[in-house]
């Protein structure tokens, strides 16, 4: 069961619900609501799930409805309609005891403007969440300091917010969320406040602490960048509605309409996208069966200079090259073993474009993408070049 669950989640603010309600039924828009009842549409219908351990991003302008859309989730902000099930607790009708129940053991904040106490020491901000729970001194101590132990401040525990750097606070407040040791991290643009340096610091503290702990978390941001560096699935949205959910390669390779692709069209995509989306379908011949003959009348009939050799079951045994082939088909040599070359370039499927640059630069035959030492699929310098400029390549699994 999904951690989170939020279905037909809506929040309307102004004193004509009832009738925006009905226009939203009716397909009216955010803006076309606005001019006819006064009221605004900030989160509209919203429905997604988020898996136990997964870092789901929540991303948009300004106006999106995003930060509405986080508020709702831990009900800072009272829903319109709709509900949000944490563990299987529905929030939405939750009453105030049980509210503040699940607060404190299941979810913590984390906000842009740090919201650090200026006049208590590092280790007393990080306490703070667990002091209010009525956690005993020498106990909570220990947790916020294990905190700041994982993001780095273990030596400043004594000091003072304002004798940190913008990113060294950020980390405070971050050490304070996981000192709850809460099963859901809600992160509001926690790292817009950054300058960009220390900002990608922080995003790649993020994925270390994340690779260690596996919390689920909510992530906000207007960063598309951020976003698909972080996240393991986006949720886009647009006017309060979410207009396509997917992983980063989803969103960025099948945009589901003309305003996701118009976000995404200045991205640079080799961060994004990975050796299995460019990879192609390969020319192979089996080494159980075939010979240099074969090779070679292979190689002709596609227009290669090479080949992959597999073995029944295509794990990669090598290639050989039409060179080769035809001095070998001349001197009547009837094994392939006797012309294989195994020096062969291979990635796996989840390596990033970006590193197969220099691999593929300097290869004389085409990238092989391997998994378990199998042959899926084949890279070639224009499924690179293609996909830079945003044209779609075949994907193949084999």
């Given amino acids: 069961m999904p951690i989170?669950?939020?279905?037909?989640?809506?929040?309307?603010?102004?004193?004509n619900v009832k009738e925006s309600l009905q226009l939203l039924d009716d397909?009216?828009?955010?803006?076309?609501?606005?001019?006819?009842?006064?009221?605004?549409?900030g989160v509209n219908r919203v429905s997604f799930e988020v898996e136990q351990g997964e870092v789901f991003v929540i991303m948009g302008l300004s106006g999106s409805g995003k930060s509405t859309l986080i508020r709702l989730v831990n009900r800072l902000i009272e829903p319109t309609e709709g509900s949000v099930m944490i563990d299987g607790e529905n929030l939405a009708s939750m009453n105030k005891e049980d509210l503040r129940r699940v607060r404190r053991e299941k979810l913590s904040m984390v906000f842009q403007n740090f919201?650090?106490?200026?006049?208590?020491?590092?280790?007393e901000n990080a306490e703070y969440g667990l002091e209010v729970q009525g956690i005993d001194k020498?106990?909570?101590?220990?947790?916020?300091?294990?905190?700041?132990?994982?993001?780095g401040l273990g030596d400043y525990i004594n000091q003072y917010p304002n004798q940190l750097s913008g990113g060294m606070q950020q980390r405070v407040g971050l050490a304070r969320a996981l000192a709850n040791d809460p099963e859901v991290?809600?992160?509001?643009?926690?790292?817009?406040?950054?300058?960009?340096?220390?900002?990608?610091?922080?995003?790649?503290?993020?994925?270390?602490?994340?690779?260690?702990?596996?919390?689920?978390?909510?992530?906000?941001?207007?960063?598309?960048?951020?976003?698909?560096?972080?996240?393991?699935?986006i949720a886009l949205m647009k006017d309060g509605s979410i207009v396509q959910i997917g992983t980063p390669e989803d969103i960025l390779v099948n945009p589901a309409n003309d305003y996701v692709e118009r976000f995404v069209e200045d991205v640079d995509r080799s961060k994004v996208l990975t050796a299995e989306n460019i990879m192609r379908r390969p020319e192979t011949i089996n080494?159980?069966?075939?010979?240099?003959?074969?090779?070679?009348?292979?190689?002709?009939e596609e227009g290669l200079s090479s080949i992959y050799v597999t073995d029944s079951k295509r794990m990669l045994k090598g290639y050989v090259t039409a060179e080769d082939a035809s001095r070998a088909r001349k001197n009547e040599i009837r094994d392939l073993n006797e012309i294989l070359k195994t020096d062969v370039p291979t990635v796996e499927r989840d390596k990033p474009m970006q590193e197969i640059f220099e691999l593929i630069h300097d290869s004389p035959v085409p990238i092989a993408v391997v998994d378990d030492g199998k042959l899926v699929g084949i890279i070639i310098r224009g499924s690179i070049l293609a996909a830079l400029a945003g044209e779609s390549e075949v994907q193949v699994n084999v």
């Fill in 4 to 15: 989170i669950e939020v279905k037909s989640l809506s929040k309307v603010f102004g004193k």
């Fill in 27 to 41: 397909g009216k828009k955010k803006d076309e609501i606005l001019k006819q009842t006064g009221d605004t549409v």
């Fill in 138 to 151: 020498k106990e909570r101590a220990e947790k916020a300091k294990n905190a700041l132990d994982l993001v």
């Fill in 287 to 300: 080494i159980d069966k075939h010979g240099p003959r074969v090779a070679l009348e292979r190689m002709g």
């Fill in 185 to 233: 991290l809600l992160m509001d643009e926690a790292f817009s406040a950054l300058d960009p340096l220390i900002r990608k610091d922080m995003q790649d503290e993020l994925l270390e602490l994340q690779q260690k702990m596996k919390k689920t978390i909510l992530f906000i941001t207007h960063d598309l960048d951020e976003a698909l560096r972080i996240g393991d699935r």
């Fill in 115 to 123: 919201g650090l106490f200026p006049f208590r020491t590092i280790l």
